[in-house]
């Protein structure tokens, strides 16, 4: 597959050269595709990868990955063209949390909204399921841990564009529990806060979420 990041920070990197390993072909859109930053990812991830505008990546994306800052989402989109992204399977790795000075993490849009949503509502012709929003980018690709392989939540209002979702994170490694429609993001964009206290209480971003079942 042609695999699009949109966004050139850790989390992009971190999935792009995920995506690589596995043999795709993997374009990071950035505001500055020849960035110095990108330089290192490039020679890493190897001839199957490249860079280049946000415009350019979403034309070339048979799957996108929306990895910005949430502050940075909606630009971002419109940088794409969202008819750039129609009828494209969109995973939606962002989170809508707001960092504010001696005050705790909140997320910008809660309980009857969610940042999944509104990037659903952006993207109105995509196929968008929320995904890898609740581990940080050291564990995204083969996450190792004592227990056994962690699980990612994930949601979206299209089952096939989920079971390619799944697909991808079957094969970096993770479980996968089906958190129903694209208003699941309410459920599962709490998790990174969740995420987020921990590692701060702990000094440690070590972790990740599983579901036991008997």
């Known amino acids: 597959m ?6 050139s920070g850790e989390v992009g990197q971190a999935l792009g050269l995920g995506f690589a390993q596995l043999g795709h072909e993997v374009k990071i859109g950035s505001r500055e595709p020849v960035a110095e930053k990108l330089k290192p990812w490039l020679a890493r991830a190897g001839k199957k990868a490249s860079t280049g505008s946000f415009e350019e990546t979403a034309r070339f994306a048979d799957v996108a990955v929306l990895a910005v800052h949430w502050s940075g989402t909606q630009s971002a989109i419109g940088l794409a063209k969202p008819e750039n992204l129609a009828g494209k399977v969109v995973m939606d790795v962002t989170n809508p949390v707001v960092s504010e000075p001696g005050k705790p993490l909140r997320l ?3 309980h009857t909204d969610s940042g999944g949503e509104q990037v659903q509502r952006w993207l109105p ?11 940080g980018s ?28 799944a ?9 996968v529990v089906d958190a129903g429609g694209i208003e699941g993001a309410r459920l599962l964009e709490p998790l990174c806060l969740l995420w987020m206290a921990h590692g701060l209480k702990t000094g440690s971003w ?5 579901l036991l079942q008997k």
């Open 167 to 175: 697909g991808i994170c079957r094969n970096f490694g993770w479980g």
């Open 108 to 110: 910008a849009l809660g």
């Open 138 to 165: 050291d564990h995204m690709v083969n996450p190792q841990f004592p227990g056994g392989p962690p699980d990612m939540f994930i949601c979206g209002d299209d089952a096939s564009a989920k079971q390619v979702v």
């Open 206 to 210: 070590d972790h990740a979420f599983k």
């Open 2 to 7: 042609q695999i699009g990041i949109l966004g």
């Open 125 to 135: 012709k995509s196929k968008v399921v929320k995904a890898f929003n609740s581990v």
